[in-house]
């Protein structure tokens, strides 16, 4: 049963887990995969307790798996408890689907839900099942750290901080004690060890010399134990403390007691508005700038920190703050936002803590439009674009709490909206004269037959997104001149954010539309039901575009989801109608909920999957989990690819093997070899040209290894102890081979007979033995059953005791390794 071993194989398996840590805010994932384990620990040994095959073993541990689920999530649905029914088995199901769906929603470390609980130790008792089966039933130890080794991947695939070096450490320790405990077993098996008080010297028997003290060349079982545990903590230090050195791949310092600055703190840089965004979105370490916790049931909006009106034919910037004491925040309600009469609005509470490591974010990101913030020190606001800045203070580490108005127009709002103020105009509007004709007739034809302005602004967004043929990449250089943003425009058509944020903003204002670039942020990752994490990759750049009765709303015109920036979001309104049947002038009207355009007669591709419908929050919501829960066969496809190829592994080497013996026969050695077993012939001695004949025992030996190697691999027995002549007996009996079989198995036979024992040289020649072999295969094959056959093709059993005899071989040298470092200090005292 191999108790032992299957308590240590089930402790291995708990201590990799650990691992799995960062993914959970709550410990309660560690008492259910403790369960899971000890449940498949259980099954494993009942069924190595009723001598059962290896694959009952493997099906007991899954069932005993799934008892212990059911035992624990779905008692109230099973039989007598814990057996699973039907009504059981679906519970368990959409437990599942709950679970995944919640994994997919939040960022790690997320809520412990039941069905994330359910999926923790369901993933644990696998990994148990498999570590079990390995290392118990088919007693390869060393193979079970690869799905031990599958469950660190996961934390360090999710968390840009991985997984801490102790954890790692608990894990290796957990693994090394399986390997211990598996080599004392098999070690033990071979009876009692017998030692010793003191060594005593051999008496040498009479009339024979004295031998040398065998005694000091015996490897000591004390000693040989202590190398192997000083290799063990060896191998354990140099895989923490390597990559803990390595420059780079540590971003909060050395085994994470730092955070990888110079005075030990790690510096996060806002967006600013006169430097580049590509800074924030290439951070390798992708740090937390911020969190933040929401009552809008629909989702948050963006945190705005810049609002950039002025375009100087280069960049997009703010015109100079003109500050006074009146502008300080004092409690009180803000301004109102500039044009919004006519919409309606929904009252919106924002808490956001900025982490202590942010640097000189002297402005406050906030969602748009605020109507009072709560903060400590010299803040104030600049009324005109509602920006909070402050002139002395910083946000770093601070608390603060926003009162905002979402406003929510409706399409035919945004599209009836009237004529623009004057000082709206005069302010939003101005292009410098240096700005290309082809720019501006690029943003004519591409609105052309647009009848409003909101139907302008949907067709430029959806020409940046779907139409134009631009492509999201962070690796484009950022814009510095006017002609930076004419080449993005039309021969590039690569960028991220700024390029298209701008480029929108622009185009906007030779229509005629008001415009400008806001800077801030997404609204980031949701960790927890109404809290967000915003970190540098969700650094954004985005156009605001003005409507009378509405203000400024923003648009969307970079790529989202996996092929642009993964959290921006294009708003309801900005995305085309959904057909709910005949409108005027015959054209499908909108959904009634809706606040999307109608575009005027164009057809339109319908919106990237990544952005929101436009049928209101719940169209939204249903698009994002048809998101969530597409199918991809890519994974699946690669996936598949992978174990086709690690299954022709074996098979390929053994070809491989076959050839490269077949191949050292025919290929002459080189002249610098000297003497070689061929044959000379063609030529006296001494003569100037040699013609080389391969070796006939090399060609008997190589025929004899691989008719023995095809009967191992067709499940035949061989007995190393018979004689050529005997083996040629025994199998000509065993296998009924018809005349031409019997005559290559003898000559085969006689070969090896006449190269192992006899100095006359073999008479067949290597092709016809060769040949021979061939023949002697396929007899082989057409006396066992379709099932050993395929077996014999793909798995070749004598390819696996190839490879284990490698490793032996391997081991044995290391192991004589370590014998030799632990006698150094001894040998090093004697001299």
């Known amino acids: ?240 403390l390597v990559p803990a050195a390595v420059p780079g791949l540590q971003p909060r310092g050395f085994l994470g007691l730092g955070t990888g600055g110079g005075n030990g703190t790690q510096t996060v840089t806002t967006p600013d508005p006169l430097v580049s965004l590509k800074r924030e979105l290439t951070r390798l370490d992708d740090s937390v700038v911020l969190t933040y916790r929401t009552n809008d049931p629909q989702g948050p909006d963006y945190l705005r920190l810049y609002a ?191 390029q298209f944020a701008a480029s929108m903003a622009l185009m906007a204002r030779i229509l005629g539309i008001p415009s400008r670039v806001a800077m801030g942020y997404t609204p980031g990752t949701e960790t927890r039901p109404g809290e967000w994490v915003v970190r540098s990759r969700d650094a954004h750049a985005w156009p605001e575009l003005y409507f009378q009765g509405t203000g400024w709303v923003r648009f969307e015109p970079t790529p989202s989801g996996t092929a642009g920036q993964g959290t921006a979001d294009a708003p309801g309104y900005s995305l085309p109608a959904v057909s709910t049947g005949g409108g005027p002038d015959g054209r499908n009207a909108p959904a009634p909920s809706s606040s999307s355009p109608a575009d005027d007669g164009a057809t339109a591709p319908s919106a990237a999957p990544s952005h929101r419908s436009d049928t209101g929050p719940e169209g939204a919501a249903a698009a994002q989990e048809a998101e969530d829960d597409g199918f991809s066969a890519t994974p699946w496809l690669a996936g598949g690819l992978l174990v086709l190829l690690l299954m022709a592994v074996p098979m390929t080497l053994r070809v491989v093997t076959r050839r490269r013996r077949w191949a050292a026969l025919t290929a002459p050695p080189p002249p610098e070899a000297g003497p070689s077993p061929g044959r000379s012939s063609g030529a006296p001695s001494g003569a100037a040209s040699r013609t080389w004949e391969p070796d006939p025992a090399g060609a008997a030996h190589t025929a004899w290894r691989e008719m023995r190697a095809d009967a191992l691999d067709h499940g035949l027995e061989w007995r190393t102890s018979d004689s050529p002549r005997a083996t040629a007996r025994r199998l000509g009996e065993l296998l009924e081979l018809d005349a031409a079989g019997t005559r290559a198995l003898t000559r085969i036979a006689r070969a090896e007979e006449l190269a192992r024992y006899s100095l006359s040289r073999s008479p067949e020649p290597p092709e016809r033995l060769r040949a021979d072999v061939r023949t002697v295969r396929d007899a082989f094959a057409a006396s066992v059953g379709r099932r050993t056959r395929w077996r014999a093709r793909l798995l070749p059993p004598s390819t696996m005791t190839q490879t284990r005899d490698t490793l032996r071989s391997a081991g044995d040298r290391v192991l004589d390794v370590a014998a030799r470092l632990n006698d150094l200090p001894a040998r090093l005292r004697r001299k």
């Open 1 to 240: 049963m191999r108790i032992r071993v299957t308590v240590m194989a089930g402790l291995a398996t708990l201590a990799g887990s650990i691992g799995l840590y960062p993914l959970f805010e709550e410990a309660g994932w560690f008492q259910a995969g403790l369960g899971a384990v000890l449940a498949v620990a259980g099954g494993g040994l009942l069924a190595r307790r009723l001598r059962l095959p290896a694959v009952f073993n493997l099906l007991a541990g899954l069932l005993a798996l799934l008892l212990y689920l059911n035992l624990v999530y779905a008692a109230d649905r099973a039989w007598l408890v814990f057996i699973p029914s039907p009504e059981s088995l679906r519970h368990l199901a959409d437990l599942n689907e709950a679970g995944w769906q919640a994994a997919n929603r939040y960022a790690a470390p997320v809520p412990l839900l039941p069905g994330i609980s359910m999926m923790a130790a369901a993933g644990i008792g696998l990994v148990a099942v498999l570590v079990d089966l390995l290392a118990v039933r088919l007693r390869r130890a060393a193979p079970a750290g690869l799905p031990l080794l599958a469950m660190y991947s996961v934390p360090a695939a999710v968390r840009e901080d991985g997984v801490n070096w102790l954890a790692f450490g608990v894990g290796a320790a957990g693994f090394l004690a399986l390997l211990m405990a598996d080599a004392r077993e098999r070690v033990g098996g071979w009876g009692r060890t017998v030692t010793t008080r003191r060594r005593q010297r051999d008496v040498p028997l009479a009339g024979t010399e004295p031998r040398p003290d065998e005694s000091a060349a015996r490897l000591d079982a004390a000693a040989l134990a202590a190398s192997g545990r000083r290799i063990a903590v060896g191998a354990v230090a140099v895989a923490v």
């Open 308 to 498: 950039l009106d002025r375009f100087d034919g280069d960049r997009w910037t703010y015109s100079p703050l003109q500050s006074s004491s009146k502008d300080r925040l004092t409690g009180d309600d803000l301004p109102p936002p500039p044009g919004l009469t006519v919409a309606s609005v929904r009252e919106v509470r924002t808490e956001v803590e900025v982490r202590p490591e942010v640097r000189n974010m002297t402005f406050l990101p906030v969602p748009y439009a605020p109507s009072s913030v709560s903060i400590k020190g010299d803040w104030r606001v600049h009324v005109p674009s509602l920006m909070v800045y402050s002139l002395r203070d910083s946000a770093s580490g601070r608390s603060y709490t926003v009162e905002s108005l979402r406003a929510e127009p409706t399409s035919a709002q945004l599209a009836a909206a009237g004529n623009y103020p004057a000082e709206i105009v005069s302010r939003y509007t101005a292009v410098p004269k240096n700005i290309p004709q082809q720019v501006r007739q690029l943003a004519q034809d591409v609105t052309a037959g647009s009848a409003t302005a909101l139907r302008q602004a949907v067709r430029l967004q959806r020409w940046f997104t779907q139409t134009g043929g631009f492509t999201y990449d962070l690796s484009a250089p950022a814009p510095q001149h006017g002609s930076d943003l004419v080449d993005f425009l039309l021969h590039g058509k690569r960028g991220y954010c700024e």
